[in-house]
Structure formats: C-alpha cells, structure tokens
C-alpha cells in the first residue's frame, strides 16, 4: 500500500497568482453544486484574470503582518488561507491574528489540509503573542462553520457587507427622510400653536 503524499506548506507569492485563481475558482464552483452559496458572493468577488491576482498578492504581502499560506500535495497547491496581526480594538494593543479565505480544493477534502493550515496559523499567533484567533467565514459555507466549531471557535462576532454606492444612496434617502419627518413635526407643532391661540382668543 502506497503512503500518502505529505502536505508542504509555504508563504504565497506573486508566481502563484494562477494557481490560486483556480483554487478559489474550484471552491467556488463546488459551492455551486451543493447549492450553499457558500463561495458565490460574486458582487464581494468577482474572479479575477491572472495578472491582477499577482498584483494583489503583492500588494497584500507589502502589509506588515499579513501572510499568505499555501499548502501543496504533489507539488500542486491544494489549500490556502490568509492571516493578519491586528488589535482587538483600535485604543487596545490586545494582538489578535485574524484569519481569512480558508480555501480547501473540493478534491482533496478531509486530507488534514485545513488542519494542517490552521496549524501554521496557530504557530504564527503564538508567535506574535495573540492572544485570540478570529476566523472570518462566508455565512453559508455550512461544512467550514462545523469544522471551526468542533475546533472550539466561538460566534463572537457578524460581518455584514455592502457596496459603497449602495451605502451611499441609501444614507441619503435615511437622510432625506429624517428631514422630512422633521419638517412634518415642526409643522405639526405649529398647527398645534396655531389652534391653542384661537381657542384662547376664543
């Protein structure tokens, strides 16, 4: 019986813009077909082209703190996850890592590829004394959401999203209600006066 190959772990870098791509791309379309959406915020990612995910790769390793693991079977990159050293708090220096894009191929599932990736991300934590790991998942991707709860991951937290266009006409049309209600009530009010007066005359 032949061994298993055993899982490499390594930082991304910008040469495997293509191989994340279809990693990404692969774990989306695998949300699809178990319609869980888990993958398909499309609005929040659209896929991008080669070049573009080699940039962004660059840019998000520019940022002190940030790693990009990628773990490899065979030579091929099968899994991958991002983490951040921040603060609890913007007026805290509690250190937390924050953890993100936990991506596993469909094909290589239940492999001890997450585990193994999570494991690096526990030694960098410890590394850098944080004190708490916080993991950042798509609502509906169900199977992930089991496997951190089994792994003792609490709900602490509920990340919501929006575009900025979209915030922005909404806050306007908040706005332009709140000064119409305003107008209504002082009107009102002025009324109310109004008819005071008159019974007072009167």
Not at 79 to 105: E, F, H, K, N, Y
Not at 155 to 177: D, Y
Request: glycine share 6%.
């Amino acid at each position: 019986m032949g061994t298993r190959p055993q899982i490499v772990l390594r930082d991304a870098d910008r040469e495997d813009a293509a191989a994340l791509v279809r990693l990404w791309s692969e774990c989306a379309a695998s949300g699809s077909e178990s319609g869980t959406e888990a993958f398909l915020q499309q609005s929040l990612w659209p896929e991008p082209g080669v070049p573009e995910a080699a940039e962004a790769i660059e840019l998000n390793l520019s940022r002190p703190g940030k790693r990009i693991f990628v773990a490899l079977l065979g030579g091929e990159i099968v899994g991958a996850t991002v983490c951040d050293l921040t603060t609890l708090t913007p007026i805290s220096l509690t250190r937390i890592l924050l953890v993100t894009d936990i991506q596993v191929s469909p094909r290589f599932r239940r492999r001890s590829v997450a585990a193994t990736l999570l494991a690096a991300v526990a030694d960098y934590g410890d590394e850098h004394h944080c004190q708490v790991v916080v993991a950042v998942i798509p609502v509906q991707a169900r199977e992930p959401h089991r496997y951190l709860t089994k792994l003792g991951f609490n709900q602490i937290a509920i990340v919501r999203a929006i575009s900025p266009t979209k915030l922005q006409s909404r806050l306007r049309g908040k706005s332009a209600h709140s000064r119409g209600t305003s107008k209504l009530i002082a009107m009102r009010r002025t009324l109310r006066r109004h008819d005071s007066g008159r019974t007072t005359t009167a």
